[in-house]
């Protein structure tokens, strides 16, 4: 198996993209080998996706599926690619597609999508790439649960975004948009793929609680207090004034920390987002499922640790692919999905990550990736197991 990505600057002229995209695909010559191949498509949110994208999949031999975000991870290390199509070649692999995602039908659905792709693959799959659409009808935790091998095969992905102002938020699968549905795809074959997360790890205050009341993807109560009280007795403000906007972007540079404990604990914390605050009941919501149990606390999200953190994970994942070569393993791809809130934090040098990510780059390999409303990504994979999460705040590698 092999991987190749092709990238297009250009944001006005809709035929210029569908040419640059498609002439970079020909170059390689997969007449041969085209039905061994799929295609996953990332779009700039700025993008008029609906003018080309289903002529693109016309133009391919191949199935191609994506999504849009609100900035890319590419070979180039601005911030002004449009679109990037990595093609992943002579593959053993299955794409399948959700219906529409609501609370109720989240799991179930999920659980058929993947039995669907997992009827056409040869071999068992080494891992499942997982991409969504996030709204009020449905949890990054949902989604992963409902994946009937999520404590056996890494998933990885992320979670599509907007432009944070009037682009809307879309998932791409074969040529239609599909908003509301997620996508799955399956790789097996003669693959091992590793994985690095990293998060926040700056504390805002060092005042820690443990989960006493939560259901639902809701905190609601942190010892004796509720969330809000918490927040409060951290340092933080919560009074309706400060609250500017989404108070996603209010509290985007206070994420939350979380040690799980007890059974679901692997030593590694997981960070999430506070997306809506209830200032009279005094809860938080979260998008993420958090048991009661579990520590909590608040970070602080800085410019200088987003950079030592992606210096971290990129130079943890090249010494995982360099132990895997030697006992015979190949890698030609890292699939990138660095967290919104990051690329909003180094806002003025938006670069940074791009940058530290291509510098260090292993030779031979190609990156692809995207600025996510969340992050899909093991925090440990050992012995034919592995604990899949959902993160925020975070940036998360794929090498296979």
Same mark, same amino acid.
């Given at each position: 198996?092999?991987?190749?990505?092709?990238?297009?600057?250009?944001?006005?002229?809709?035929?210029? @993209?569908?040419?640059?995209? $498609?002439?970079?695909?020909?170059?390689?010559?997969?007449? /041969? %080998? #085209? !039905?061994?191949?799929?295609?996953?498509?990332m779009?700039?949110?700025?993008?008029?996706?609906?003018?080309?994208?289903?002529?693109?999949?016309?133009?391919?031999?191949?199935? @191609?599926?994506?999504?849009? $975000?609100?900035?890319?991870?590419?070979?180039?290390?601005? /911030? %002004? #690619? !449009?679109?990037?199509?990595?093609v992943?070649?002579?593959?053993?692999?299955?794409?399948?597609?959700?219906?529409?995602?609501?609370?109720?039908?989240?799991?179930?659905?999920?659980?058929?999508?993947?039995?669907?792709?997992?009827?056409?693959?040869?071999?068992?799959?080494?891992v499942?790439?997982?991409?969504?659409?996030?709204?009020?009808?449905?949890?990054?935790?949902?989604?992963?649960?409902?994946?009937?091998?999520?404590?056996?095969?890494?998933?990885?992905?992320?979670?599509?975004?907007?432009?944070?102002?009037?682009?809307?938020?879309?998932?791409?699968?074969?040529g239609?948009?599909?908003?509301?549905?997620?996508?799955?795809?399956?790789?097996?074959?003669?693959?091992?793929?590793?994985?690095?997360?990293?998060?926040?790890?700056?504390?805002?205050?060092?005042?820690?609680?443990?989960?006493?009341?939560?259901?639902?993807?809701?905190?609601?109560?942190?010892?004796?207090?509720?969330?809000?009280?918490?927040?409060?007795?951290?340092?933080?403000r919560?009074d309706?004034?400060?609250?500017?906007?989404q108070?996603?972007?209010?509290?985007?540079?206070?994420?939350v920390?979380?040690?799980?404990?007890?059974?679901?604990?692997?030593?590694?914390?997981?960070?999430?987002?506070?997306?809506d605050?209830?200032?009279?009941?005094?809860?938080?919501?979260?998008?993420?499922?958090?048991?009661?149990?579990?520590?909590?606390?608040?970070?602080?999200?800085?410019?200088?640790?987003?950079?030592?953190?992606?210096?971290?994970?990129?130079?943890?994942?090249?010494?995982?692919?360099?132990?895997?070569?030697?006992?015979?393993?190949?890698?030609?791809?890292?699939?990138?999905?660095?967290?919104?809130?990051?690329?909003?934090?180094?806002?003025?040098?938006?670069?940074?990550?791009?940058?530290?990510?291509?510098?260090r780059?292993?030779?031979?390999?190609?990156?692809?990736g995207?600025?996510?409303?969340?992050?899909?990504?093991?925090?440990s994979?050992?012995?034919s197991?592995?604990?899949?999460?959902?993160?925020?705040?975070?940036?998360?590698?794929?090498?296979?």
């Amino acid at each position: 198996m092999h991987s190749f990505t092709v990238t297009t600057r250009e944001q006005i002229d809709m035929d210029v @993209v569908l040419e640059e995209l $498609a002439e970079g695909v020909e170059v390689y010559d997969l007449k /041969d %080998s #085209a !039905s061994r191949c799929f295609g996953i498509l990332m779009v700039d949110a700025n993008l008029e996706i609906s003018e080309f994208f289903g002529r693109l999949q016309s133009r391919l031999r191949f199935p @191609v599926a994506g999504f849009t $975000a609100v900035s890319l991870i590419s070979e180039i290390r601005d /911030d %002004s #690619a !449009s679109a990037v199509l990595t093609v992943v070649c002579d593959a053993d692999y299955a794409l399948q597609l959700t219906a529409p995602l609501t609370l109720s039908n989240c799991e179930q659905e999920m659980e058929t999508a993947y039995f669907k792709a997992r009827s056409s693959l040869v071999a068992d799959p080494k891992v499942v790439f997982l991409f969504a659409p996030l709204y009020p009808d449905v949890m990054m935790d949902d989604m992963i649960r409902g994946i009937p091998v999520s404590r056996e095969i890494p998933i990885f992905g992320g979670i599509a975004s907007d432009n944070q102002l009037d682009g809307t938020m879309n998932m791409l699968y074969k040529g239609e948009l599909c908003p509301e549905q997620s996508i799955l795809v399956l790789l097996g074959g003669h693959i091992e793929p590793v994985f690095e997360v990293v998060n926040a790890q700056t504390m805002y205050s060092e005042k820690k609680g443990l989960i006493t009341q939560s259901e639902s993807g809701f905190i609601n109560r942190v010892g004796g207090r509720t969330f809000k009280d918490f927040m409060e007795y951290c340092g933080l403000r919560t009074d309706e004034n400060y609250q500017t906007g989404q108070i996603m972007t209010t509290y985007a540079t206070n994420p939350v920390k979380i040690i799980m404990n007890g059974e679901d604990d692997d030593g590694v914390p997981v960070v999430h987002n506070i997306f809506d605050l209830d200032r009279e009941k005094g809860s938080i919501f979260m998008a993420a499922r958090v048991p009661e149990g579990a520590e909590v606390s608040i970070c602080h999200l800085k410019r200088d640790n987003i950079v030592t953190s992606t210096q971290d994970c990129i130079e943890r994942l090249a010494d995982k692919i360099k132990a895997n070569e030697a006992h015979g393993a190949r890698y030609s791809m890292i699939l990138a999905v660095s967290c919104g809130g990051r690329y909003f934090v180094i806002t003025g040098n938006n670069n940074i990550e791009r940058e530290i990510l291509n510098s260090r780059l292993p030779e031979r390999m190609s990156i692809a990736g995207f600025y996510a409303s969340g992050e899909i990504c093991p925090t440990s994979v050992a012995q034919s197991a592995a604990v899949n999460r959902s993160h925020h705040s975070s940036l998360v590698l794929c090498a296979f």
